[in-house]
């Protein structure tokens, strides 16, 4: 582990990778290479995370409403992640890093879902840090299938109507065994969630940069731990300065 000599390192931090079509235009290039560029921050991202001791990493890596792209972006975007878990799988599992899937998973076709889980099954008992890749994910698709599980608990009469409070309906998310995002960051400059982890980002720190996702590394994550760490976060208490004035 590095020392980052910052005050408080986020346990959790997700990623919404960005910008790898507008990456590859800037140089006239076709969206593809972005995204292959894009694999390689991946990789930097999770080696920099593990050593500044981060215990969770998600990384969204394609939405349920990325089905919309054209056919040719959507097979190269699951080509990447086929490549991924075959090439990085070995390296993770070596690297102690255990890797999580979140998403829709019932209409996932060929080989895609077998991939995902064997790289959930081979790395399970890893403890180094756990890497989260959210993929076919939307966050609403997520509520929605909480929602109806815990429908057919009431249905079935294992559960009463009043019994659903806000713990119950995390523990039916698909992140139900990660604490909630501390930091979100986003990469090339746009601001908003695009449907990624609604409900667990009630309080995390949000980072927008700049940069397309393929320019990310080390020292952008490191920028992005810097920022989180002058945050002052209060969970709708009052400020740690104003507690110390009142008493
Ligand atoms: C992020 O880059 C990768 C995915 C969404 C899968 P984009 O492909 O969204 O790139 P831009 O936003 O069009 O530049
Ligand atoms: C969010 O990026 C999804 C991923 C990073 C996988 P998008 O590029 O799909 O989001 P919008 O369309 O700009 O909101
Ligand atoms: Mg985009």
């Known amino acids: 582990m590095i020392s980052l000599d910052l005050p408080v390192i986020p346990e959790h931090v997700?990623?919404?990778?960005?910008?790898?079509?507008?990456?590859?235009?800037?140089r006239g290039l076709p969206r593809t290479f972005g995204h292959n560029k894009g694999v390689e921050a991946v990789r930097e991202t999770v080696k920099a995370a593990g050593e500044a001791g981060i215990k969770y990493l998600t990384l969204f890596a394609f939405s349920s409403e990325n089905w919309s792209r054209p056919a040719s972006e959507v097979e190269d975007l699951l080509g990447l992640l086929r490549r991924f878990?075959?090439?990085?799988l070995a390296?993770?599992?070596?690297?102690?890093?255990?890797?999580?899937?979140?998403?829709?998973?019932?209409?996932?076709?060929?080989?895609?879902?077998?991939?995902?889980?064997?790289?959930?099954?081979?790395t399970r008992n890893n403890t180094a840090m756990t890497l989260v890749i959210a993929f076919n994910y939307g966050s609403r698709n997520e509520i929605a299938r909480a929602v109806a599980r815990i429908a057919e608990d009431v249905e079935a009469g294992r559960l009463k109507p009043a019994e659903v409070d806000a713990d119950l309906i995390s523990r039916h998310l698909d992140t139900a065994d990660f604490p909630d995002p501390d930091l979100i960051i986003r990469t090339s400059g746009e601001e908003r969630l695009s449907n990624f982890l609604l409900w667990q980002a009630a309080y995390s720190e949000l980072v927008f940069l700049p940069c397309y996702w393929p320019d990310f590394g080390r020292q952008q994550l490191y920028e992005a731990l810097r920022v989180f760490a002058s945050r002052e976060r209060r969970f709708g208490a009052l400020s740690q300065m104003t507690t110390a004035v009142v008493g």
């Open 85 to 88: 878990i075959r090439r990085d």
């Open 91 to 122: 390296d993770l599992h070596r690297e102690n890093i255990r890797i999580r899937i979140i998403g829709e998973r019932q209409n996932l076709r060929g080989d895609i879902l077998p991939l995902l889980l064997e790289a959930e099954e081979t």
């Open 14 to 26: 997700a990623i919404i990778m960005d910008g790898n079509g507008r990456w590859a235009n800037q």
